[in-house]
């Protein structure tokens, strides 16, 4: 065995002795119901504003008090799902 052989095989012993088996592989992330909710904007239920608003209060049932940014009035998002 030359000394390259042996540096390539010592090489290979390390990789492997590194690497986790246990290791779960890489996925995309993938989008919850509310992420797909609030990043287009929810829209205002009085003057249909989808952005500036402001969460004032979040209720035990999951859903969402806002102060709209436009209009200045409370709405509630409800949770879905």
């Known amino acids: 065995m030359t000394a390259e052989q ?3 095989a010592k090489e290979k012993r390390d ?5 986790n ?6 996925v995309p992330r993938q ?3 509310s992420t797909v909710v609030t990043d287009p904007g929810v829209p205002c239920c009085h003057c249909q504003e ?3 608003h402001k969460k004032q209060h979040k209720y035990p049932n999951g859903n969402q008090r806002y102060i709209c940014g436009g209009c200045k009035k409370p709405f509630i998002v409800r949770k879905i799902g």
């Open 15 to 19: 990789r492997e002795k590194n690497e």
């Open 21 to 26: 088996p246990f290791e779960t592989p890489k």
């Open 31 to 33: 989008y919850t119901r």
């Open 50 to 52: 989808p952005y500036g």
């Open 6 to 8: 042996k540096r390539v």
